[in-house]
C-alpha cells in the first residue's frame, strides 16, 4: 500500500492567516492526489482533486499543488468556516489511502 | 444533486456480520464513470477506504479487509450494500458511502476522487 503523511498533525492558526499543509506519498503518485475537509460529526467534503483542480463551489483561497511524492494545500486567507481536519488520498493505485489527518485550529 | 444516504444496524454482536446498505437519489447508479465505494473511520481517528463496486458488479477490496468484506449493487434499487463478517470491536466505526469519480485528465491519464459522501453511520460492534 502507498502510505500517504500529512503535516502538520495540528496547526493553530488566526482568521486571515496564510496556510500550508504538506502531504508525502511513500512512492511517486504522478498527480493523483485529491483533498478532503472533515468538520466534526460531518463527512468529509472534497476541495481538491488531481493536486491542483478545484472543486466545484470550493472557494479559491484553496489550492493544492505539487507532484510525485510532495504535495501541498494552502489556505491563502482563513475564514472562521475553515477551522477543520484535511486529509489527502492518493487515488494513484488501489486500495486507495488517506493522511492521518491535520487539524486546523484557532489560534 | 446527488445524495447517497446510509442505512442499517447500528449496533452488531462480535463475530456477526455488519450489513449496510447505501441508497443513491439525484443520479443513476448504472451511471457510466461512477465507482461507488465504502469508507470507515474509527472513533478520533482518520479514514480507511474498504472497497468499491462498478454497476456492472466488478468490485475491488482494500487487502486488509479483503477476507471478511462483500460489496453488492442493486440497479433497480439504486443501491449498493456492504457485508463485513465475523466483527470484532475493532470494526466499531462511521461507516460512509461515496460515489467514486472517475475523470480523464486533458494531459493524459484518469484521477479518481470521492466528490459526494452519505452523512455516515456508526456501527458499534458489542454484546
Known amino acids: 500500500d502507498i502510505q500517504m503523511t500529512q503535516s502538520p498533525s495540528s496547526l493553530s492558526a488566526s482568521v486571515g492567516d496564510r496556510v500550508t499543509i504538506t502531504c508525502r506519498a511513500s512512492?511517486?503518485?504522478?498527480?493523483?492526489l485529491n483533498w478532503y475537509q472533515q468538520k466534526p460529526g460531518k463527512a468529509p467534503k472534497l476541495l481538491i482533486y488531481?493536486?491542483?483542480s478545484l472543486q466545484s463551489g470550493v472557494p479559491s483561497r484553496f489550492s493544492g499543488s505539487g507532484s510525485g511524492t510532495d504535495f501541498t494545500l494552502t489556505i491563502s486567507s482563513l475564514q472562521p468556516e475553515d477551522f477543520a481536519t484535511y486529509y489527502c488520498?492518493?487515488?494513484?493505485?488501489?486500495?486507495?489511502?488517506f493522511g492521518q489527518g491535520t487539524k486546523l485550529e484557532i489560534k | 444533486q446527488v445524495q447517497l444516504q446510509e442505512s442499517g444496524p447500528g449496533l452488531v454482536k462480535p463475530s456477526q456480520t455488519l450489513s449496510l446498505t447505501c441508497t443513491v437519489s439525484?443520479?443513476?447508479?448504472?451511471?457510466?464513470?461512477?465507482?461507488w465505494s465504502w469508507i470507515r473511520q474509527h472513533p478520533g481517528k482518520g479514514l480507511e477506504w474498504i472497497g468499491y463496486?462498478?454497476?456492472?458488479?466488478?468490485?475491488y477490496y482494500n487487502p486488509s479487509l479483503k477476507s471478511r468484506v462483500t460489496i453488492s449493487v442493486d440497479t433497480s434499487k439504486n443501491q449498493f450494500s456492504l457485508k463485513l463478517s465475523s466483527v470484532t470491536a475493532a470494526d466499531t466505526a462511521v461507516y460512509y458511502c461515496?460515489?467514486?469519480?472517475?475523470?480523464?485528465?486533458?494531459?493524459?491519464?484518469?484521477?479518481?476522487?470521492?466528490?459526494?459522501w452519505g452523512q455516515g453511520t456508526l456501527v458499534t460492534v458489542s454484546s
Open positions: 512512492q511517486s503518485i504522478s498527480s493523483y
Open positions: 463496486i462498478y454497476y456492472s458488479g466488478s468490485t
Open positions: 439525484g443520479g443513476s447508479i448504472s451511471s457510466g464513470g461512477y465507482y
Open positions: 488520498q492518493q487515488s494513484y493505485t488501489t486500495p486507495r489511502t
Open positions: 488531481a493536486a491542483s
Open positions: 461515496a460515489r467514486d469519480v472517475e475523470e480523464w485528465l486533458p494531459l493524459g491519464g484518469v484521477c479518481y476522487y470521492f466528490d459526494y
